[in-house]
């Protein structure tokens, strides 16, 4: 249960839009459409983003979509915004039944 | 208003054992199955185990299977997660976590996550 590669950092500058993206393998990212990702603020619980790829949560921004290409994922955050510097983990459910996350990308709002 | 709330962290000694609850209110807690993810301060998350909404699968991360347990208890809208063999390691904070559909089978993400409870080793 390896985790998925996501880049330590990135960041962008207000009203930009920037990529995380989270590769996995064949086992999780690659053969399910069941890729989620988290938002977590310091000293808070995490919070469900985009699920099955692409999907928001009711009554979540528009600003934040998923995509997926074979084994990677991307979440795009478009017209950054400075509540968007968070920590964000991208999920997979894996083929051996379980959830595997990746090991985070801290997004800065310079 | 949905809610999940940890409690039962505190301090262990290595090889010790601790049981973690989750008391869950706001939604039909028996239709839902359940997760435990916990986070090593400054660190990532680690998924580690999810029960199904009638108890009857469960799965385990390779990391502490053999070690913990999920349970359930529908009559009391609470999940268990029974720790026992405790390895420095497992001394993080640990966040129950619902699984976003109804009768799922553990493919589905978390939606709502507890405010999680630590656990840490005594020296």
């Known amino acids: 249960q390896s985790a998925l590669t996501q880049p330590a950092s990135v960041s962008g500058s207000p009203g930009q839009s920037i990529t995380i993206s989270c590769t996995g393998t064949?086992?999780?990212?690659?053969?399910?459409?069941?890729v989620s990702w988290y938002q977590q603020h310091p000293g808070k619980a995490p919070k469900l983003m985009i699920y099955?790829?692409?999907k928001r949560p009711s009554g979540l921004s528009d600003r934040f979509s998923g995509s997926k290409s074979g084994n990677t994922a991307s979440l795009t955050i478009s017209g950054l915004q400075a509540e968007d510097e968070a920590d964000y983990y991208c999920s997979s459910y894996t083929s051996s039944s379980t959830w595997v996350f990746g090991g985070g990308t801290k997004v800065t709002v310079l | 208003q949905v809610q999940l709330v940890e409690s039962g962290g505190g301090v262990v000694q290595p090889g010790g054992s601790l049981r973690l609850s989750c008391a869950a209110s706001?939604?039909?807690?028996?239709?839902?199955?359940m997760h435990w993810v916990r986070q090593a301060p400054g660190k990532g998350l680690e998924w580690v185990a999810f029960i199904r909404y009638d108890g009857s699968d469960k799965y385990y991360a390779d990391s502490v299977k053999g070690r913990f347990t999920i349970s359930r208890d529908n009559s009391k809208n609470t999940v268990f997660l029974q720790m026992s063999s405790l390895r420095v390691e497992d001394t993080v904070v640990y966040y129950c976590?619902?699984?976003?559909?109804?009768?799922?089978?553990?493919?589905?993400?978390?939606?709502?996550w507890g405010q999680g409870t630590m656990v840490t080793f005594s020296s």
């Open positions: 976590a619902k699984g976003l559909v109804e009768w799922d089978g553990g493919w589905h993400p978390f939606d709502i």
């Open positions: 706001g939604f039909t807690f028996s239709t839902y199955g």
């Open positions: 064949t086992s999780d990212v690659g053969t399910y459409n069941y």
């Open positions: 099955d790829v692409t």
